[in-house]
């Protein structure tokens, strides 16, 4: 019998190595770097000698440094290009190529001079897992079938070389087209493990398999894990005011939904209008609450583009009368994920429409709103009991939802109760997951290519 990972250093055997996909090292999206420091945490948590690695698509291969409960780590970077000025061997063409033809020839000097040349391939094949994310909620073509066959290809490679590959825990569908069908389904076929985050992720797995029976474990988000620090003082636009002392609403404006998604033309559909819904929201809290709001940025990105929170953030807050715009506070600062989740852990009662800022109200037991795009949101919040705290933009108009989330506001300190046992919940079935994934994943009898 092959010894398990965690086994690997009592017996004797080298430190395990797990490479990490779908969790970009660069993105000014904080949740999916938010996945990043996640896996990292939960990987040494079970195994601290593990050695990690992420294989991403990147610019370069800058080590990306990671904080793992203390102490910050140094986490190797494997990438790949699309770029034609990209070094052949770092091409993903180059590399799927590679892949393929170390399947198909079974000369080991071939296969050996291929690990040589290709640094991808290499890591892949003497990993002992490689798993992949896809951002949380990318196994889906609702940003477009072109981005869900791009993110597909690098799978593929992993395939070819090990033969399969672990899904992490994600959102699966929806699926519009039926080359994202076909191809969703061809790679959970060759996955030996499928987490999923959602009920609904489960059900769409059975469907596209049909009759084939496959195993398929809920885990809650990754990033319930993600540690939490406050920075020692937010820069915001206006300052926060020392003396107050009401209740602290914080709010995640959606650069995407409010630019209409990257068609800039209502891409997800809503029934609502998001870009007008903000500003009449904030009006009718600030007229009804004695509070003060606080918005919260989670993607950055260059001035201009469909992507930025804050240009967002920005312009919800001047749309609102001048004399409520003193008690608007927009987050200026460049946080990371961690700090990001600190200063939402400031707020007494949180709305939001990225997903991962979200979590990371919940995650802290903060009554959290989520006004949502797609049905991601419905699972993840189902999964500390908040499922009926979605706002789906798809279905309600603006006075409907501006309704909704002034009566949630009233039921906060209830939620706020029963989040607190749900989200412990949460955690310590996420820590089980990845402490049976982990332990199951045999060492192999050598690199997976001989």
Request: proline share 5%.
């Amino acid at each position: 019998m092959n010894p398990t990972l965690k086994g690997h250093q009592a017996l004797g055997g080298p430190s395990p190595r797990i490479c990490l996909m779908g969790t970009p090292v660069s993105c000014e999206n904080r949740g999916v770097l938010a996945l990043a420091a996640s896996l990292v945490d939960l990987v040494l948590e079970e195994v601290p000698e593990a050695q990690i690695s992420f294989l991403v698509g990147n610019r370069d291969n800058v080590p990306l440094r990671v904080r793992a409960g203390a102490s910050v780590r140094e986490i190797p970077v494997v990438n790949y290009r699309l770029s034609a000025r990209s070094r052949p061997q770092d091409h993903l063409l180059w590399i799927v190529l590679m892949s393929l033809i170390h399947r198909m020839v079974p000369i080991s000097g071939l296969r050996a001079a291929i690990r040589r040349s290709t640094p991808w391939v290499r890591a892949v094949a003497e990993a002992d897992l490689v798993g992949d994310i896809r951002g949380g909620d990318s196994f889906s073509d609702i940003y477009g079938v072109r981005r869900f066959l791009i993110e597909f290809f690098p799978v593929l490679a992993v395939i070819l070389v090990r033969g399969d590959i672990v899904l992490l825990p994600q959102t699966y569908g929806p699926f519009s087209s039926r080359i994202a069908r076909a191809v969703a389904r061809w790679t959970i076929g060759h996955s030996s493990v499928i987490l999923a985050r959602d009920r609904q992720s489960v059900e769409m797995i059975g469907s596209l398999l049909g009759g084939r029976r496959r195993e398929v474990a809920r885990c809650p988000d990754v990033a319930f894990a993600l540690q939490a620090e406050r920075p020692s003082q937010i820069e915001a636009d206006p300052p926060l005011r020392r003396a107050f002392t009401g209740a602290m609403v914080g709010i995640n404006v959606n650069g995407l939904m409010y630019n209409g998604g990257y068609t800039r033309s209502n891409m997800f559909d809503l029934k609502m209008d998001y870009r007008t819904l903000l500003p009449e929201l904030l009006i009718a809290l600030l007229q009804r609450q004695a509070i003060e709001l606080l918005l919260v940025p989670h993607t950055y990105g260059t001035p201009g583009t469909v992507e930025t929170d804050l240009d967002s953030s920005l312009k919800v807050r001047n749309a609102l009368p001048h004399e409520l715009r003193d008690r608007v506070h927009v987050v200026t600062g460049n946080y990371d994920p961690h700090e990001l989740k600190g200063i939402i852990g400031t707020c007494d009662f949180f709305i939001g429409s990225r997903m991962h800022a979200c979590i990371a109200a919940l995650s802290q037991s903060i009554p959290c709103v989520g006004i949502a795009y797609s049905r991601k949101f419905v699972g993840t919040f189902d999964s500390v009991g908040m499922g009926d705290w979605v706002v789906d933009g798809r279905t309600v108009d603006n006075s409907t939802a501006v309704k909704r989330v002034l009566s949630l506001y009233q039921d906060r300190e209830k939620a706020r109760e029963e989040l607190q046992t749900r989200v412990e919940q949460a955690r310590g079935e996420l820590r089980e997951a990845f402490a049976r994934l982990l332990s199951a994943t045999a060492k192999r009898e050598g690199p997976c290519y001989e």
